[in-house]
């Protein structure tokens, strides 16, 4: 444990930040499964909608976001 109050309270934000960020992750995944199960323009809606979130607070990198995005357009395309 830190001994410094910097230190303390920069473990106290990283804690928050690291529950956060774990709430947003599991989200992620949970909505591009959904896609997964069911490749309608509603769920990529809904998943691409999500990822962009996702980017704008710094949760996954933009090229990660862009690529799902584009394999989840691919398997819609296919449907089609």
Excluded: C, E, W, Y
């Amino acid at each position: 444990m830190a001994n410094i109050k910097a230190n303390k309270k920069a473990v106290r934000q990283s804690a928050a930040r690291t529950q956060r960020n774990r709430t947003v992750r599991t989200r992620l995944k949970s909505v591009v499964k959904a896609f997964g199960a069911a490749p309608t323009a509603g769920a990529a809606s809904v998943a691409s909608s999500t990822l962009d979130k996702a980017v704008k607070t710094g949760v996954i990198h933009r090229n990660k976001a862009n690529r799902l995005k584009a394999k989840m357009a691919a398997a819609l395309a296919r449907k089609m």
